[in-house]
């Protein structure tokens, strides 16, 4: 009756410190305690372009803040304003016409090709739902797939004597079986 009390109040415990921990974490998301996570315009408006080390606790630091770039001397006594200037505009890719994508069987045909050994990605000229995907002069490497280390033909399995004490051996649990039992009787 007492293991099933005590076992009963460490679930109890645990569920509670469980919930507690999962409350402070929803309240620290919505920003309830401290500054929180800002949204939106807030979060993007500062940006840490490079920082480069110069000494044991020293550093510059190159950051974008509302389209001005600061270069900033970070020490331990303080932050200092090297220089400052307009920040580059990002560069953008804009895209005119319809992108196609391609389609599940496009893939599946290019996943195969590559276990084959084909190199590249579709052209033009095959046939079939692949044609759809079109192809610039630049073609990327593919990483392989499926690439894994050879298993292990000698498994490593522990003795009786190296587990002796410890949670995995089996005498442990024969020891804290028996010690529970004697404690009921006795």
């Known amino acids: 009756m007492d293991t099933l009390v005590i076992a009963l109040r460490v679930a109890l415990s645990l569920g509670v410190v469980l919930a ?28 840490v372009v490079a920082r480069q080390g110069i000494g044991g606790k020293a550093s510059v630091v190159v950051v974008d803040v509302d389209g001005q770039r600061l270069v900033l001397g970070v020490a331990e006594h303080g932050v200092t304003l090297l220089t400052s200037g307009q920040a580059p505009a990002p560069e953008l890719t804009i895209v005119t016409g319809p992108v ?23 052209s033009d000229t095959d046939t079939g739902a692949a044609a759809t995907v079109s192809v610039s002069d630049d073609v990327l490497p593919l990483r392989p797939r499926g690439r894994r280390a050879a298993p292990r033909t000698n498994p490593v399995v522990p003795t009786a004597a190296q587990l002796q004490g410890s949670v995995l051996s089996a005498d442990t649990w024969r020891q804290a079986a028996s010690a529970l039992r004697s404690r009921r009787t006795g």
């Open 20 to 47: 507690l921990m999962w409350a402070l974490h929803r309240r620290m998301q919505k920003g309830q305690f401290g500054a929180g996570r800002t949204r939106g315009r807030r979060s993007a408006s500062l940006e």
């Open 100 to 122: 196609a994508l391609p389609t599940a069987d496009a893939f599946r045909a290019e996943l195969d090709r590559q276990d084959e050994g084909g190199a590249g990605l579709p």
